[in-house]
Nanobody, 121 residues
């Protein structure tokens, strides 16, 4: 059993900043990758940023230069620093983790509950 707990969402003005956190816990052998996705009403869920266990990162073109993903492996936690926020960034943000679970060492994908980010003046 793996749980992802998110925090940091909220309401900010355009141009503002927000930092999301996601901590993974449970029967984890290792975490291969963690990432942030977002879904706006009426739109598909899209990858915002991802980071692998070796620190490799990737970003959606729409957030490149504004968002930064980072991790703390000791805490099984991933962060998303969001700067220069735009109204278009408004969405529910979901944490995802690709986890190798204990015993079976099966690689499974887990999702957080989602946290609302609203950018509005």
């Amino acid at each position: 059993q793996v749980q992802l707990v998110e925090s940091g969402g909220g309401l900010v003005q355009p141009g503002g900043s927000l930092r999301l956190s996601c901590a993974a816990s449970g029967r984890i052998f290792s975490i291969d990758a963690m990432g942030w996705y977002r879904q706006a009403p009426g739109k598909q869920r899209e990858l915002v940023a991802g980071i692998t266990s070796d620190g490799s990162t990737n970003y959606a073109d729409s957030v490149k230069g504004r968002f930064t993903i980072s991790r703390d492996n000791a805490k099984n936690t991933v962060y998303l620093q969001m700067n220069s926020l735009k109204p278009e960034d408004t969405a529910v943000y979901y944490c995802n983790a690709q986890v190798m679970v204990l015993l079976s060492r099966r690689r499974d994908s887990y999702w957080g509950q989602g946290t609302q980010v609203t950018v509005s003046s």
